[in-house]
């Protein structure tokens, strides 16, 4: 990665902090300690995510109640992610570099999902994240996993 995507990367994680930190989770809920099941949901994977449909699969039936077809579309790319708006909720990793880039970033609460599937160590997580905030804020700062849905919901893949 070039110098100037890592500046952008970086300028973007701290817009995003800080609107985290002005804007509390705007509209969105606290992700529950237990899984709930979502009402009927649905999205529909792009061919730009040939190869990753398995893992998203995973991802959003995570929450329950998916099924495929219109509702949100979801986008692969094998770059970061450069614009994820302010209001908007990225997911960061460490690069090789060790910098943080943004892998995930969820458009509008639903309008949109791009995944940078090929960054993260368990890209299932990844998309059950991106999935995750159609209803629900980030819950910490640190390691997301799947211990619950608050855990799914933390900002960094590790
Ligand atoms: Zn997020």
Known sequence: MSKFVMRVATALFAALAFG????PLASAQE????TEFE???????????AGWEGVIRQGANYWGGASEGGGTPVRCQNSA???CGFFA??????DVHGNLIVVG?????????????GAVN????????????????????GCASWASPTDVMATTMC
Do not use: R
Not at 39 to 44: D, H, L
Not at 105 to 117: D, E
């Open 20 to 23: 985290f930190v002005a804007v």
């Open 31 to 34: 992700a529950p300690a237990e």
């Open 39 to 49: 009402a009927a949901w649905s999205y529909t994977i792009e061919s730009s995510c």
């Open 81 to 83: 992610i450069t614009d």
């Open 89 to 94: 909720e990225g997911v960061e990793t460490t």
């Open 105 to 117: 970033c969820n458009y509008g609460m639903g309008q949109l999902i791009k995944l940078y599937p």
């Open 122 to 141: 368990d890209p299932a997580l990844l998309a059950a994240h991106e999935f995750g905030h159609n209803w629900y804020g980030h819950s910490y700062n």
